[in-house]
């Protein structure tokens, strides 16, 4: 069965800080990646997705991710966090063929440090 | 547009009653799912629809679980009967268009099972 590992369950970071979060699935097709975002609150929201072309995606609010197919990962990135990234991030995942279903991760918590 | 809308937005009733959830997709979207989250086991997808037939309802956890789409602006989520461990926050999402394309979130319902 597919898997999606988010192995960090909380970051806490000051602002002005870098930020990564890793996220590794276990399917070896063809798939698409996400990642959501989920403010206090709120529902989830798409910060980016990766579903084909340059390995390194750009989305919104200055976070990007990086897929490295032979590592099966697709970590998130943003090289400067602010107070207001406070949030859940999750990382999913579509496989290939007309699965349309999403594979979520544990989710990471991210608090931000003013 | 008003995105996907969820009713109620929390509910809490008592073991043994029927509970129904409501989601209105957005217009147009011909994808129809529903999630769960628990702390317990984070977000699953329970089952999707595709112009209102059920695609896939292998998440559904049990009987006491039905869901139906019986036109392409409503769908229900019914539990009969409810168990303390359904409590959980549920979410709609819908989208459209190829499978790589975002799932757009309701605000979720808030489930609550004295």
């Known amino acids: 069965a597919q898997s999606v590992s988010q192995h960090n369950h909380h970051v806490i970071l000051s602002e002005a800080a870098s930020l990564e979060l890793g996220c590794n699935y276990s399917y070896g097709g063809t798939v698409n990646l996400f990642w959501y975002v989920q403010y206090p609150g709120q529902h989830l929201q798409l910060l980016l997705k990766y579903f084909s072309g340059d390995p390194l995606v750009k989305g919104i609010k200055g976070f990007e991710a990086e897929f490295i197919k032979s590592k099966f990962s697709f970590n998130l990135r943003k090289p400067s966090v602010q107070w207001s990234d406070t949030a859940e991030y999750f990382c999913?995942?579509?496989?290939?063929?007309?699965?349309?279903?999403?594979?979520f991760g544990s989710g990471t918590q991210l608090t931000v440090l003013p | 547009d008003a995105g996907v809308i969820q009713s109620p937005r929390h509910e809490v009733t008592e073991m043994g009653q029927e509970v129904t959830l409501r989601c209105k997709p957005i217009s147009g979207h011909d994808y129809l799912f529903w999630y769960r989250q628990t702390m317990m086991r984070g977000l699953e997808l329970l089952i999707y629809?595709?112009?209102?037939?059920?695609?896939?309802d292998s998440g559904m956890p049990e009987d006491r679980f039905s869901a139906k789409m019986p036109n392409a602006s409503f769908s229900t989520l019914k539990i009969q009967p409810s168990e303390p461990r359904d409590s959980a926050v549920y979410f709609c999402?819908?989208?459209?268009?190829?499978?790589?394309?975002?799932?757009?979130f309701g605000p979720g319902t808030r489930l609550t099972v004295l």
């Open positions: 629809f595709n112009n209102n037939v059920p695609i896939d």
């Open positions: 999402a819908s989208s459209t268009g190829p499978r790589y394309n975002e799932q757009f």
């Open positions: 999913a995942v579509t496989r290939g063929g007309s699965a349309r279903q999403l594979t």
